[in-house]
């Protein structure tokens, strides 16, 4: 489903590049063997389920936040970016879908595991504690309340699903058993850091990251690279600082909007084909996603 206007993209069509395959929000092209153009459309999911709606600028919102952290975070851990210009590699008639909304990136071999950092106890987390008073096997002190701050972050793997699928939280020793137990320190002290050092950044911002994924992959040499998105409104829940606390799951500058509408949508069932989104839903959703690149970055959207 194309979009026909060209600032909006639900799907894109590149035909200078071979197409590799769609996640639910990332178009990924082959350049050669060795790179990849990665095309952020301005598709949103929400309980797994790919809207039919596209959600204006989210794309490029998406982009240039997770462009933002790579630069910033880039002495923590190497990134898959290889600073080519995603216009220099499609064909003249597809610029329009690819600027503003793509990076060019090293071919990474991937770990099959999301590394997750909580700072804060809410989604399953919450969930998880309410049941086992821990979160993916961490035990942690009772009475402690929903979205209340952690002591300090923790991290808890979630083993990668299929397309339409919910990822599996998987404790520790399961994902030290999956790809080595040193790689997997090595991405627990990493992502560690990377959460601390954009929280830090982000309450100076007024934004609290009450938790966030990264993703990893391995070159040939074996050198471990932050890739795919980081920190971005869809890899991590963002709060208003100002309208923080606890016991209450806060207001979020993502896709809230429109998981609050489908909540009440009548014989829904969480499956495809999902709901048609209403205009002010839709409009709602993009008006939080550019307020959170404009509060985290200084930046307004670039087109």
Not at 68 to 84: S, Y
Not at 178 to 195: C, N, P, Q, T
Not at 241 to 263: N, T
Not at 269 to 282: F, I, S, Y
Request: aromatic share 8%; glycine share 8%; with cysteine.
């Amino acid at each position: 489903m194309p979009a026909t206007d060209t600032s909006v993209l639900y799907e894109s069509s590149l035909h200078s590049l071979p197409l590799v395959g769609r996640g639910k929000v990332r178009d990924n092209y082959a350049v050669g063997s060795d790179k990849l153009l990665i095309v952020t459309t301005d598709r949103l999911s929400a309980f797994d389920v790919i809207m039919g709606e596209p959600i204006p600028d989210k794309g490029r919102v998406l982009n240039q936040m997770a462009l933002f952290w790579f630069e910033r975070l880039a002495d923590v851990v190497p990134n898959h970016l290889t600073g080519i210009d995603p216009v220099s590699v499609v064909a003249p008639d597809e610029v329009d879908q690819v600027r503003g909304r793509s990076m060019v990136v090293r071919r990474l071999r991937p770990i099959l595991v999301e590394a997750v950092v909580r700072g804060y106890v809410i989604g399953s987390g919450w969930k998880d504690y309410q049941d086992t008073g821990r979160i993916c096997g961490i035990a942690l002190p009772p009475g402690l309340q929903q979205a209340q701050q952690l002591a300090e972050p923790i991290f808890t793997p979630a083993a990668k699903a299929e397309l339409g699928e919910h990822d599996e939280n998987i404790s520790f020793d399961d994902m030290a058993a999956r790809v080595g137990a040193d790689l997997a320190g090595r991405i627990r002290s990493i992502s560690l850091e990377l959460y601390r050092r954009a929280a830090e950044y982000a309450r100076g911002r007024g934004i609290i990251i009450a938790d966030t994924k990264f993703e990893f992959g391995l070159d040939d040499a074996g050198t471990l690279h932050l890739m795919d998105e980081a920190l971005t409104a869809d890899s991590s829940r963002f709060w208003p600082a100002d309208s923080y606390r606890p016991g209450i799951s806060p207001p979020s500058f993502d896709k809230q909007f429109v998981r609050d509408y489908l909540e009440t949508v009548p014989g829904w069932n969480k499956r495809a084909p999902a709901p048609m989104l209403p205009a002010e839903v839709v409009a709602r959703t993009a008006d939080k996603y550019r307020e959170a690149l404009r509060r985290l970055t200084g930046q307004e959207v670039q087109r």
